[in-house]
T-cell receptor, first 113, second 114 residues
Framework: KAGVTQTPRYLIKTRGQQVTLSCSPI?????VSWYQQTPGQGLQFLFE???????NKGNFPGRFSGRQFSNSRSEMNVSTLELGDSALYLC????????????FGSGTRLTVV | GQQLNQSPQSMFIQEGEDVSMNCTSS?????WLWYKQDPGEGPVLLIA?????ELTSNGRLTAQFGITRKDSFLNISASIPSDVGIYFC??????????????FGKGTKLSVIP
């Protein structure tokens, strides 16, 4: 059973640009959550999607957005990149989002210069 | 917002020693989780705790869900070099509309000296 796949693994972008990250959940998992990991703030919840609907959103500015497709694959987009957006972006999938557990991908390392 | 206080921040131990780390929260959680993260990888679930007072083992790892539901600890016995990594506690909370989210501690970085 394939795990959670995130692409690309590494990205370097310039301030002001936008970026799109992709996440393919474990087959059969319908919930996809996104987290941002930085040395200063640790792991912080961005948003969660289930059946193409955003069910929950963390405390991040509107520049951070996402979507989920009918095959449960998800993308997150960050517009007008700032230096502080440099982070490891992690995607986690679960069957329903809850106590059945989350499986994380290896993440996308975004560097904004 | 909810915050988890995880301690210690880092530990250096000799191979074969036991390790203990803990997490406390100002809020109640109904599920506590412990993850391990290796460099360049995402967190991997080690142990999940679902009931207050629950004590669960996974090999050399033992974790407990505090009675108050505001704390948890993780013990690693007889540490080995591959235990090196960052350990995170996380509390699972219901956010409404069928959605849950994880609140993470800042992590405990474990170094094992052979």
């Amino acid at each position: 059973k394939a795990g959670v796949t995130q692409t690309p693994r590494y990205l370097i972008k310039t301030r002001g640009q936008q970026v799109t990250l992709s996440c393919s959940p474990i087959s059969g998992h319908r919930s996809v959550s996104w987290y941002q990991q930085t040395p200063g703030q640790g792991l912080q919840f961005l948003f969660e999607y289930f059946s193409e609907t955003q069910r929950n959103k963390g405390n991040f500015p509107g520049r951070f957005s996402g979507r989920q497709f009918s095959n449960s694959r998800s993308e997150m987009n960050v517009s007008t990149l700032e230096l502080g957006d440099s982070a490891l972006y992690l995607c986690a999938s679960s069957l329903t989002a809850g106590a059945d557990g989350y499986t994380f991908g290896s993440g996308t390392r975004l560097t904004v210069v | 917002g909810q915050q988890l206080n995880q301690s210690p921040q880092s530990m250096f131990i000799q191979e074969g020693e036991d390790v203990s780390m803990n997490c406390t929260s100002s809020s109640i959680f109904n599920t506590w989780l412990w993850y391990k993260q290796d460099p360049g990888e995402g967190p991997v679930l080690l142990i999940a705790l679902y009931k207050a007072g629950e004590l669960t083992s996974n090999g050399r790892l033992t974790a407990q869900f505090g009675i108050t539901r505001k704390d948890s600890f993780l013990n690693i016995s007889a540490s080995i070099p591959s235990d090196v990594g960052i350990y995170f506690c996380a509390g699972l909370s219901y956010s409404g509309a069928g959605s849950y989210q994880l609140t993470f501690g800042k992590g405990t970085k474990l170094s094992v000296i052979p």
